[in-house]
């Protein structure tokens, strides 16, 4: 890193430092809705342990280029990519790296408590990642390992998808010890350009993840997809915002979420899915399975401009309670503000449909091996939303397989 | 195999069943007819284990063993199969593998090992083709958006990988048109053997000309009322139930 850039990403965790010094943590004043205490939560962090890339080697999906970021800084890169796919941030041209922390000192500005500034303050670094159709079209495939090793550690992510071009990333989180993780991603996909993101949240061990907090903003021009399906095990506390924003005639995006939570858990998600224009399109499926003192909240927003005739939303958050003690919020919200629109939510709460129980346990399921089966059909939909069989894989043995023998 | 005496059952403190009682021997086909309301799903269910209709009194002794005791899975893998009148639908939970799981268990129940999906893969096809089903309901899941015919033929093919000892079908030639009723007859009749029973829940005698009954019951508010041979379900197709209701006016 040249000793300007570096300097200039220093004075920005610098000012982001300040800025969450100034600002008070989330409280009941800040957030109305399902207030949750971050500050409590940072207390419980373990010291640091050591890395060993070795340890990661279940964690990998198989057949994918796998680049590994240690609390916040990227420590081992995939050969193999296209040119420019993957960069640190540190490696960036000043006239890149200047982009990125004008738009972040900007973000910055916007914060509202200090949470969302520790993805900067905490920041050690980050990458740039990008896809163009320079490859001849066809997607650019990367799987992000994103390791906590213990204590603080914030990362940053900046990824674009140029015209036409495709981007499959896979971002898994990993806790190694109990750590207080920030996450900030902001994408840009250009016209008929290609976004995929699996993002799988799990432990490694016994290890509960203590504290993770992230973000994610994309942006959506003309003819442009996105989806971005994720699988959750929750931690002390984990939380994660997503805002898209679909400015471009055409533009899709689909949230596939999906949390699997027992214990005291906890896992909760905000998204907020602006269509700007007429003729975008987007889907949201959240559905939660909550087991033990587990908690769990969906706080969704659909807004619709003015004069945006065409546009089509849909919102779902489907809730599985698995015992009296495990809680879900729903707040499904619509704010339309055009007149030619389709746009539909809906939640449900319930608890394993006796009659589906007793018709398999009626063919000689046992009834133990049967209640798995009705949660792990019940978390069927979203897991086979991720893109690719290797990261279902991942899912379905770090998050449904303890469901077998519950 | 199956001897059920002066069985009583209640569902909420409400007796359905009143008293019935009934034998069935290997290789026997039995039918029950009778009026809507009389308690012939309740009879299924109870058989089934269900957990909502309480045994108040008498016995069902499978194969020699007392069913009070037996859980709902236990008699299934034990070889009681109930073929139900609305089988559920089980989102998220596919076909095949649900049929795979379901033979397992039973194999396991009897001390065998399980059969991996790829050894399945064979035996199921062979068995949907025997039910003139399409292959790629199996990658469906289990019942859902099924129609009514395609979910009474799954309850057979359910019955023909099982092999059960006892199968139980309630009601099984509702729903079907005329093709399918001569597939799911033929079906029952080719897992007929003379190890096996089966008793037909049916109100309609269509079905009974396909699959030879050996006795025919007529079961009116909780009892069976009139037991007699095949020529009994022509009778009662005829006469209809209003005789043998009045008879049994409480």
Redesign the interface.
Known sequence: MTTTIADAFQQLRDAAQARADALPLPSAALEDWRYVDVKAFSRELSPAVAYAAAALAGHRAAGLACAVVVDGRLAETPSGLPPGTLQDLGALTEQAAAALIEGWSRELGRCADASACWSLADGRGGARISASRAGGGAPTTLHLLLVSTGGRSGCRLAIEVGADAQLDLVISHLDLAAARSSVGIEAVVHDRGRLRVDELQYSCGDQATALLLSHATLHLHERAQASWVACHQGGALVRTAIHAHLHGDGAAFDLGFLSVLSGSRQDHLLTRVHHHVGGTTSTQLVKTIADGRAQASFDGLIAIDAHTDGASARQHHHNLLLSPGARVDTRPQLDIAADDVQAAHGATVGRPNPDELFYLRSRGIAAVEALAMLRRGFAREPVLMLAHPAVRMLAERALLGSLAGA | MLTITDLTVTVNDLPIIKGLSLEVKPGEVHAIMGPNGSGKSTLTKVL????AYTVAAGRMVFQGRDLAEV???E???SGIF?G?QY???????NNAE?LR??LN??RR?HGQSDITAADFAPILRARLKSLEMDDSLNER?LNVGFSGGQKKRNEIL?MIV?EPSLAVLDETDSGLDIDALRVVASGINTYRRADRAIILITHYQRLLELVQPDAVHVLVRGRIVKSGGPALATELEASGYDELLKAAQP
């Open positions: 089934a284990g269900h957990p859980k709902t899975e008699r299934a893998t109930i139900f089988p559920v639908e089980v989102p998220g939970v649900f799981m379901a268990a039973k129940a899941q359910q099982l």
